[in-house]
């Protein structure tokens, strides 16, 4: 582990925030693609016992699939289904700012408990507090927001939280693990991204919170 | 090893090739064939068991043996249901009756296909022995399974399905971090490339971290607890069962929702043997008992009759939860219980498409006479109801019985209680649905309806019916044998079921 990937994590923490204070649809799916392309990078710096080829090529999968092809999908999705360029949190920003904040505070706590209960191995001491602070965002950004598209993007950033702690914590993940999981999360968003077309073609909007016509 | 990988690849380039091919009589022909060939290749496998290999990815354990015989057997019950049933919707159009548009159930290649992929991505699941694979083939499940929800394009089943994907998508990446978790927790095993083989972790459960490991339980629980609806993770279930089309509503609940428990108990499994069985057993009595809870209040006051079969899922999946957590013969209880849900629900399933077809409604209120319109759907439909809520002559007693019987035995009187109420509980809500669907006159059909029933929409469910009523009056040894496996896994002491068998009123 090297300062490079330290720098990497913590700008990655820095894209959720970003992420959670704007609105604009565009700019999101480009600074989640800006996170894939960092997260591709990871595994590149975690060369810890010389050149091994299952992370390069792990790295470069994800380097391509997260920084260029998710977005070019959702960027087609949102041409096709007509989707609306703004979209803004329930919460309203200041508040959404204010619980990302915190979310990150509770994941740098609950990242110390950890390293008391067990002997976390070498210097991995942003990998977890990182992780949960993505993988929560990911979770809040789902929920604060309506409109379908930004949904597959918290989907995405949720998705890129457990990324980040299977390639510091748990590398040996055989490499067809890993490509399964890549391709299961392509399938993902071109199966949500079909649905997003019917579903504007169907309601004439993408907007979830209008949906409820199945309640109970 | 090559029946293992053949089990899993034909349904999945089947349902490619499916996908693909323009003749509609040959791709009915091929799902059938496939449907057949599963069945086959799946009961081979109960004759000769292939050795588990410590480091081998996939294999058969008696668990995974289970599952995917319920998985193979319903397949193949409701691919025949749905040759029938994509031929009528040729010549019928749907008119909405809650919101008055016709609609066409759009193309059929996507419906076979998807549903060959889905058989192969459950048979995957069944028969992975590494959790990542598991993983990726429990992903997978989704997202074969969203187009055929989606099948009728209607708003409803829109909403459904979305809800169903991003839902379970998300459920499914929090188990991911379980896998790493996991992985993190077997680093004192070292031995790099397997890592999260089963089998290797659990020759050496031991050695595992504890923290991690429980860490790792719990993002399992709440992931594949997303995909098996057990409350309160459960929201998406009702929708994507209560729209999709019968088939595919029989299917997820029968076949689905024990795949995704398989992920749960496989990580249980390496719980007991770490010897943290009472922190996973906690757990699992814990959302066994809220699951039942919730389904019990939906199901009092639900007057939609598929939406009533999809929360009664839930309960049945909260009941082989808490039968597992129980432990001692609740684990049998759970195992056999399985079985007893998937083949009754997916009839069930079955029936209610057939009501649906007829009434044009699925609302109970809409729903009179069936008696007289629909002789044979209506005494499956009494017969599933009597079934489903655990009457005496079906093995579903016997099941829940024994769960029931784990919970005296452990000293869990308050669960047992309140097990008990709300059983009754549900039992009054489904009878007040069930009866009065089935007693008075019908209303007047219009001509161009079919009224007759085919062959194909009453067979298969009488066929899964009739093994539950089989199995409460004989089960046989085999089958016995490998739930007995299955609850010596987790047990520390000697299986009981012997002894519960033998008491059966």
Wanted: glycine letters at 8%; a neutral charge.
């Amino acid at each position: 582990m090297s300062s490079l990937s330290d720098m990497i994590l913590i700008l990655v923490v820095l894209t959720n925030l970003i992420l959670i204070g704007i609105g604009d649809v565009r700019l999101s799916i480009r600074i989640v693609a800006v996170q894939g392309v960092m997260l591709g990078v990871l595994p590149l710096l975690m060369f810890d016992q010389g050149f091994d080829f299952n992370l390069l090529l792990i790295g470069t999968a994800t380097f391509v699939m997260k920084g260029f092809v998710f977005p070019w999908l959702l960027f087609r999705t949102m041409h096709r289904a007509n989707v609306p360029t703004e979209s803004v949190p329930m919460l309203g920003f200041t508040t959404s700012k204010v619980a990302a904040v915190l979310l990150i505070v509770a994941s740098f706590w609950v990242g110390g408990r950890f390293r008391e209960l067990t002997e976390l191995q070498h210097g991995a001491d942003l990998t977890l507090p990182v992780a949960l602070a993505t993988l929560l965002s990911g979770l809040f950004f789902i929920i604060s927001h309506r409109q379908a598209l930004m949904q597959v993007l918290g989907y995405l950033v949720l998705e890129n939280g457990v990324f980040v702690f299977g390639v510091a914590m748990a590398h040996e993940e055989p490499l067809l693990v890993e490509m399964g999981v890549l391709l299961d999360v392509f399938v993902a968003v071109l199966v949500m991204g079909v649905a997003m077309f019917h579903i504007s073609r169907t309601f004439d909007h993408i907007d979830i919170e209008r949906m409820t016509e199945l309640r109970d | 090893m090559f029946i293992l990988l053949l089990l899993i690849l034909m349904p999945i380039i089947a349902g490619l090739t499916a996908l693909g091919w323009g003749s509609r009589v040959g791709r009915r022909l091929l799902l059938i064939s496939v449907a057949i060939v599963h069945l086959l290749l799946t009961a081979f496998l109960w004759v000769s068991r292939p050795e588990l290999t410590e480091y081998g990815w996939l294999g058969v354990d008696d668990a995974g043996l289970l599952f995917l015989s319920i998985t193979s057997v319903l397949f193949l019950a409701t691919s025949v249901y749905t040759v029938g049933y994509l031929q009528q919707e040729y010549s019928r159009r749907h008119l909405d009756t809650e919101e008055g548009f016709l609609f066409l159930a759009k193309p059929k290649a996507v419906y076979v296909g998807c549903m060959l992929v889905f058989l192969g991505a459950m048979t995957g699941v069944t028969l992975s022995h590494h959790f990542g694979l598991l993983w990726v083939f429990m992903e997978a499940t989704t997202l074969a399974s969203a187009p055929l929800i989606y099948f009728h394009r209607h708003h409803r089943s829109l909403e459904a399905t979305w809800k169903y994907l991003l839902i379970c998508s998300v459920g499914i990446a929090l188990a991911l971090l379980g896998n790493f978790l996991l992985a993190v927790s077997a680093k004192a095993i070292g031995d790099g490339n397997s890592t999260l083989v089963f089998s290797n972790l659990l020759a050496h459960a031991k050695q595992l971290n504890p923290v991690w490991l429980k860490a790792a339980f719990i993002f399992m629980l709440v992931g594949y607890g997303t995909k098996m609806g057990l409350a309160p993770m459960h929201s998406q279930l009702p929708d994507a069962d209560s729209e999709a089309p019968p088939a595919v509503a029989a299917l997820l609940s029968g076949a689905l929702l024990n795949c995704a428990f398989l992920g749960i108990f496989r990580i249980h499994m390496l719980c007991v043997g770490n010897g943290q069985a009472q922190f996973s057993q906690q757990l699992l009595i814990l959302l066994g008992l809220v699951s039942i809870g919730v389904s019990a209040t939906f199901i009092i006051r639900q007057r939609d009759f598929r939406r009533m079969l999809a929360y009664s899922s839930i309960e049945h999946m909260g009941i082989i939860a808490l039968g597992v957590g129980l432990g001692g013969v609740g684990v049998f209880g759970a195992g056999l219980h399985a079985i007893n849900h998937s083949l009754t629900k997916a009839a069930l399933f079955l029936v209610a498409g057939n009501i649906f077809t007829a009434f044009d409604s699925k609302f109970v209120a809409d729903v009179r006479g069936l008696k007289r319109a629909l002789p044979i759907t209506a005494v499956l439909w009494l017969a599933g109801f009597l079934s489903i809520t655990g009457s005496a002559p079906f093995a579903t007693f016997l099941s829940e019985f024994t769960v029931l019987k784990a919970a005296l035995d452990g000293g869990f009187y308050v669960v047992a209680a309140l097990y008990l109420g709300m059983l009754g509980l549900i039992f009054i809500g489904m009878v007040n649905n069930v009866i009065p669907m089935a007693q008075g006159n019908p209303p007047e059909f219009p001509s161009d309806r079919p009224r007759r029933e085919p062959l194909w929409s009453v067979a298969p469910s009488a066929v899964l019916a009739g093994v539950v009523l089989l199995f409460g009056l004989w089960l046989p040894q085999p089958v016995q044998h490998v739930i007995d496996n299955i609850s010596a896994s987790v047990n520390v002491q000697q299986p009981m079921s012997v002894a519960v068998l033998e008491k059966k009123p």
